[in-house]
């Protein structure tokens, strides 16, 4: 077999209108090739085990500041609230997400060159990385809708091509993150099961996805089985902490109805060996704002 068939063979096939299944991973987690980072060996075994890892003051008070206003700056831009990369809340008109933040602001772009993330990114995938996606979730507070149960790592697969769970998500609190006000979901050690969603993906789903995922999540006795499995955690913590978490993390988070609102920057790392080919369930690509396709590697 080629590299390329390797590349191109479904080895974590869903939403092929069957009933759902729970698949075992069959790629590592943290990979071999990369051993210099500021990553300690626990952080990895951790990450490792359970899917994720807790950077607690990833981002100093200052530099939490500054990343906040640029936040307010971007979310009161009338040019960025009418860009196709800014989603808003189904049910108002306030902002959930932002996409492409890399591209837009030049203090993200400057974050993903940071040695704080490039080079935890590059150990955990063993290799040279380049941003498969960047957002902002604004999660507001009152009317903050949350992100049902789901893997990044199915999604990216079935509508983006990418054909291993070799990325990495880092989240990174610029307000505090509260269990009552939205805080990310996870289920330790439940990224090495792959769920095999049910359904089929509707054309330009991710006009819809993005505000609220109907399509790709996992059936309810599926989502049992893992969390009585595995129990839930929750990553909160004070602005400027910092969760990095697999691609094939189970996750998801509540509605926040509290005055307090949960915004994040999340950053995923791809790597450079894991380059997206067609998408493996889904008639045609995601725009690129959504899912990168140049896949030079990030350098400082
Ligand atoms: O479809 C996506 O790429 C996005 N959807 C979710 C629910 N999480 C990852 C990503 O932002
Ligand atoms: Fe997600």
Redesign the pocket.
């Known amino acids: 077999m080629t590299v390329a068939d390797v590349r191109t063979q479904d080895r974590y096939p869903t939403r092929k209108g069957t009933e759902s299944a729970l698949l075992d991973r069959v790629d590592p987690v943290v990979w071999p090739g990369v051993s210099a980072g500021p990553a300690s060996e626990d952080e990895l075994a951790r990450h490792d085990a359970n899917g994720f890892h807790i950077v607690p003051g990833l981002l100093k008070p200052a530099e939490v500041q500054e990343y906040w206003q640029e936040l307010e700056r971007l979310s009161d831009d009338p040019q960025v609230r009418a860009d196709e990369r800014t989603v808003v809340e189904k049910e108002s008109d306030e902002v959930r997400s932002l996409f492409e933040v890399h591209r837009t602001s030049e203090m993200v772009a400057e974050l993903v060159r940071d040695e704080r993330l490039l080079d935890r990114a590059r150990q955990i995938l063993g290799s040279d990385v380049y941003v498969h996606?960047s957002?902002i979730n604004y999660m507001p507070g009152f009317r903050g809708n949350g992100?049902y149960w789901?893997s990044?790592f199915e999604?990216?697969h079935a509508e983006d091509g990418l054909p291993a769970p070799r990325a990495v998500s880092v989240s990174i609190a610029l307000t505090d993150n509260f269990p009552f006000n939205g805080g990310l979901m996870l289920m330790p050690g439940a990224h090495k099961t792959y769920v095999s969603c049910a359904g089929r993906t509707p054309e330009d789903n991710?006009k819809s996805?993005?505000k609220e995922?109907k399509v790709g999540v996992p059936a309810e006795d599926d989502i049992r089985k893992l969390a009585y499995e595995h129990g839930i955690e929750q990553f909160t913590g004070p602005a400027g902490s910092a969760l990095w978490f697999d691609s094939n993390s189970m996750h998801g988070s509540g509605n926040n109805i509290t005055p307090f609102p949960r915004s994040n920057i999340?950053i995923v790392f791809n790597s450079v060996d894991n380059a997206p080919v067609e998408p493996f369930s889904a008639d045609k690509r995601r725009p690129e704002f959504?899912a990168a396709r140049d896949t030079t590697p990030v350098r400082r």
């Open positions: 996606q957002r992100f789901h990044d999604t990216w991710y996805s993005l995922q999340f959504i």
